[in-house]
T-cell receptor, first 114, second 112 residues
Framework: DAGVIQSPRHEVTEMGQEVTLRCKPISGHDYLFWYRQTMMRGLELLIYFNNNVPIDDSGMPEDRFSAKMPNASFSTLKIQPSEPRDSAVYFC????????????FGPGTRLTVL | GQNIDQPTEMTATEGAIVQINCTYQ??????LFWYQQHAGEAPTFLSYNVLDGLEEKGRFSSFLSRSKGYSYLLLKELQMKDSASYLC?????????????FGKGTHLIIQP
C-alpha cells in the first residue's frame, strides 16, 4: 500500500480564500483523523471519522472549518474563509481501530495564509 | 479536560540512555501512545500502553502507571538518528465519543 496520501503538499493562499485539503487513507482502515500542528499549540486532533461518519469534531476550531468523508477512500478538510492564524501543517492519519492500534500519518500539507 | 505534560527539550549523548517522562490528567483513560517525529516529517508510531508496566521493543521501552498518571519512554544505545521530537498522546473516552490528545512533544538532541 502507498500509505496515507495527502494533497497538496504545500499551499500558499491569501487571507479570505477558500482552502481544500485532501486525504486518501490506507485501504481497509476504518478510522480517519485530521490534525493540525503548530509550534505554539503542538499537534491537535481536529476531527475523526469512523466508517465515513464524523465521530468527534470538538477539535474543529470554528465554523470556518469543515470536513467531509464522502466515501471510504477520500476525505477533505475545507477552510473558508482562510485567515493567517490558520497557517500550520495539517496531517491526515488512518487506522484499523481506535484503541490498541497505531495511526499511520500522511506526509502533511503545509499551509501558509498570507 | 485533558492535560499532558512533557519536558520541552532534552539533550543526551550518543550511546547513552535517556528517559522521557510524560504526566497526564484525564478522565476515561483508554491508553497512551508514544510517537516519534523527525523535523519536517510526519509522526510515526513507537508504542501503545494501556496496562501498567513496561513494554519493551528493541532499543525503545515504554512504561505506564495509570494510578500515577505517568508514563516514560526509555531509549537505549542512543544513535544520532534518534534526534527527534517525541510525542506522548492519551486516548480517552468521554461525552459519548473517544478522543485523543497529544502533548507538545519533547525535542531530543543527541550529541556525539
Amino acid at each position: 500500500d502507498a500509505g496515507v496520501i495527502q494533497s497538496p503538499r504545500h499551499e500558499v493562499t491569501e487571507m479570505g480564500q477558500e482552502v481544500t485539503l485532501r486525504c486518501k487513507p490506507i485501504s481497509g482502515h476504518d478510522y480517519l483523523f485530521w490534525y493540525r500542528q503548530t509550534m505554539m499549540r503542538g499537534l491537535e486532533l481536529l476531527i475523526y471519522f469512523n466508517n465515513n461518519v464524523p465521530i468527534d469534531d470538538s477539535g474543529m476550531p470554528e465554523d470556518r472549518f469543515s470536513a467531509k468523508m464522502p466515501n471510504a477512500s477520500f476525505s477533505t478538510l475545507k477552510i473558508q474563509p482562510s485567515e493567517p492564524r490558520d497557517s500550520a501543517v495539517y496531517f491526515c492519519a488512518s487506522s484499523l481501530r481506535l484503541v490498541d492500534d497505531t495511526q499511520y500519518f500522511g506526509p502533511g500539507t503545509r499551509l501558509t495564509v498570507l | 479536560g485533558q492535560n499532558i505534560d512533557q519536558p520541552t527539550e532534552m539533550t543526551a549523548t550518543e550511546g547513552a540512555i535517556v528517559q522521557i517522562n510524560c504526566t497526564y490528567q484525564t478522565s476515561g483513560f483508554n491508553g497512551l501512545f508514544w510517537y516519534q517525529q523527525h523535523a519536517g516529517e510526519a509522526p510515526t508510531f513507537l508504542s501503545y500502553n494501556v496496562l501498567d508496566g513496561l513494554e519493551e521493543k528493541g532499543r525503545f521501552s515504554s512504561f505506564l502507571s495509570r494510578s500515577k498518571g505517568y508514563s516514560y519512554l526509555l531509549l537505549k544505545e542512543l544513535q544520532m538518528k534518534d534526534s527527534a521530537s517525541y510525542l506522548c498522546a492519551v486516548l480517552y473516552s468521554g461525552g459519548g465519543a473517544d478522543g485523543l490528545t497529544f502533548g507538545k512533544g519533547t525535542h531530543l538532541i543527541i550529541q556525539p
